[in-house]
């Protein structure tokens, strides 16, 4: 009996070490009972709307009535599920959810006395609005910038204050805050009617397939969904679970394994591996990290189908992108559009600037180069402020282009921010930012122009390489000449191939190839920033994140030994496969893949069983000895 209850306590209490993780069993056990309970429910209310159809208006109370038992029961084993993941931090999550909910009424509530006495109610919605946004952004910014912050202020003032104590990070907090932001601000604009029930709403805020890693649900994709009858037809059925299955091959076969037998050893330390091994480890984390948070967002698809609902598309292949900006628009597309909607339009769009845009960049060059205390990078700064301001005084014809890039860079500057506390996250997002940039510059010129700019540019970097050699300069001269020869040489190839269309055509399929790799290259190196940034303690990550970025840039920079290559190659092998047939299948052709899907989706169900069931088995030879947290549960 005593080994019973101590079980039981096990299971209703929350364990920092063992949180509620799709890769275990203990949530797939979690979640059959919760599907048993949610079947009852809504099996139940089936039958009493069928018995009631002659009776329209008590039809419609049950009908409600079984709704708010699905709703209320799914929001209570979410929060069951939050607190399995973060512990009392549930609380938090409970009054964020109160605050959304109330502010909803109160945009409601006036809007009526608008309509009922005549007079306006507009300044007070919008004070309420912005007190939302803002007690959503400090309780965000004080669990996860504290750290931070105070770092900035003790370097820059030459203090020495400290936080008292350990702030441990909700997981989850970036989604669920922008959630709920999301809702205040659509209900305040009226493109979404505010939810009228607590526990309807408390359901939208914490529905626990994508609670804690996303796909960030906005207000007017789901709330429509509260109100839907729960419906799911044979096909849809099949659909969901290859997503829990698609989910899992990518996390513990792709991710988890590339993670454990490679990339987390060099990211860990990088002096100890070749240049050639810091390199090939930059691409193996780019894979790693797409299939860790695809395959979370894929299995959280497949869950949420199957109780009827459904969550937005968050990636498109995105290594298929064949520019910065492209791969943006492919990669965890929730935020990408959360951001367009909710930071980089208000910044003014591709319409105007406003105070945001240029508080936004002056603020953070300020800050970095107060902490850098070194006078290069003071030079360098006014440089570039005063660069932009000539800029924008000299040519007010092109001030339109001119804020717009300026509101890209800074949307994605504080993306980078909203993945972490350090400046290796700042430093991610505004090297995305500048690809944009640059991509947006060079498709506007034509061929001579783009051969001149790239000689020019490496002329200039071997030049600096030749008086100040250092290893990120070898690294970006070595880079640049490969562009050169690339472009030069596929600009001699389409000027050969003029007179003859199937060749141009391949041509053209040439040029899409190099610029996907192209943008893979780029994407990868900015990952050195994320990665070195990630999983660290927010009291350590500045100083831990950089140094580790910084060897990382001097290896590869540094003196490659070629010889070396083929048995690197050799020891890694099953590393270096795995790593080829996750990009392989990565590139499919999309309507190839939607075949499979499908064709996986309509077999009978004697036949999916056991193909679920093999797949399992093959998905568990590959956990490791300590499974793997999703790399997303941090933000």
Known sequence: MTDFLTYLNSLFSFDNEHPLLFTQFHFWAFFFLVYIGFCLIVSVGEQRSRRRLTDLPTGQRIGRARRLWRNGYLFLVSLFFYYKTSGLYVW????????GYTLGLCFDNL???????????????KALMIVGVALNLGVLCYFKYAYFFTDIFNTIASAHYSIATV??????????TFQNISYIVDVYKGKVRHVDNILDFGFYTTFFPQLVAGPIIRADQFVPQLYK???????????AVFWIMNGLFKKLILSDYLAVSFADRVFTNPLLYTPFENFSALFVYSLQV???FSGYTDIAIGVAMLMGFYLPKNFNSPYKATNPAGFWKRWHMSLSNWLKDYLYIPLGGNRHGTLGTYLILGVMLIVVALMAKTTWVTVTVIAVITLLTLVYLLFPSHRKTFTTNLNNFDTMLLGGMWHGASFNFITWGALNGAGILVYKGWKGQGTRARILIIGALYITVAVADKFFPLPVLNMFEYALRVIAIAIVGLEILKWI????????????????????????????FTRLFFRSGSNLNPAEANEVAWRTATQMVERIGGQWNWQQVPAILENYAPVFIVFAL???IHWLPERFKRRYRLWFAQLPLWLMIPAVVLGVFIVYQFITADLQPFIYFQF
């Open 229 to 239: 009858p729960f419906f799911l037809r044979r096909r849809q059925f099949g659909i």
């Open 111 to 125: 809007a009526h006395r608008q309509q009922q006495q005549g007079s306006s109610t507009q300044p007070l919605r």
């Open 497 to 524: 191939a003029l007179p003859y269309a199937k060749l141009t055509a391949a041509i053209r399929g040439l040029y899409t190839v190099w610029n996907i790799l192209l943008t893979f290259v780029f994407i990868s």
């Open 167 to 176: 702030i441990l990070l909700p997981v989850g907090i970036s989604f669920f």
């Open 582 to 584: 996750g990009m392989v």
């Open 290 to 292: 797409y299939a860790d």
């Open 92 to 99: 938090l999550l409970i009054g964020s959810t109160i605050v």
